[in-house]
């Protein structure tokens, strides 16, 4: 199968869209099937799963991606966390989807177990992202990348370790999302100085509620309290209208310092991310 995502990626003249959707806490894959071929149909060039966002168990993230490359043809990228397996685990994935032909993967240290869970769940740990960036590398079976977190104010730790995973075999990152003026100085500097593409995060806000717990409980992920205000009193359709808004700012801000966008889905409301994507499109910021 051609991959479209990797060869836009890297066309000068092109800025692929790539979209998280998480998989559900259920077996049954039809809503989200049914999701992920609605961002697709919208320009999605690549779908992506996260592996147990904030620790807590969904539908396995490379199970699901299988299931996007072998149902719906597209191209698909799970995360992989450090937190819940070992070296033979870690293999033993990357060989499993390697057999299902999926050929990127996002290697991610991991959120850690929320604290309620900490007596009866124990995270692995037993080697870092850029050890796992290598581990994949040596199979030679996918385009690795890592996350790259703008929003921490010690951005040149953060360079630091992006050059690691490069030297380990990454070929570049998906930022965390770009909501603040540091967030967008970082990406500058990342992409002014780092050797791999960039893919900038893009994270809607739905909702004041939405906003504040993200400052609150999401690690790596700040909003400008400027944001926060706007949604002061909105309903969930006056929400969606400023998280568009707020959204397409966003990507024409970041436009000439990415190499594609990562959309984040927010509650899996995948018609909001096809009108965004619809936006990015009329605009010319992604092809």
Known sequence: MENGFWEALNDPAKKPIAVELDAPDSPDLTGYLAGAKELVDAGAALITVADCPNGKPGLDSSMAAARLHRDLGVQAMPHLTCRDRNRNAARALLLGLGSEGVEQVLLVTGDPIP???RETIHAVYDFTSRTFIRYAAETGLFH??????VNVRNFDHQLELARQKLENGAVGFFTQPVLTARALENLKKAYETLDGRIMGGIIPVVSQRNALFMNEHIAG???????VALYEG???ARGEEIAERVSMAVAREIAPYIDGFY???PFGRTGLMARIMGGLKTEGLAQ
């Open 144 to 149: 690795i990348f890592g996350a790259l977190n």
């Open 234 to 236: 909105a309903d969930r």
């Open 221 to 227: 992920v700040d909003v400008d309290p400027e944001i």
């Open 263 to 265: 959309l984040m889905t």
């Open 115 to 117: 604290a309620e869970q």
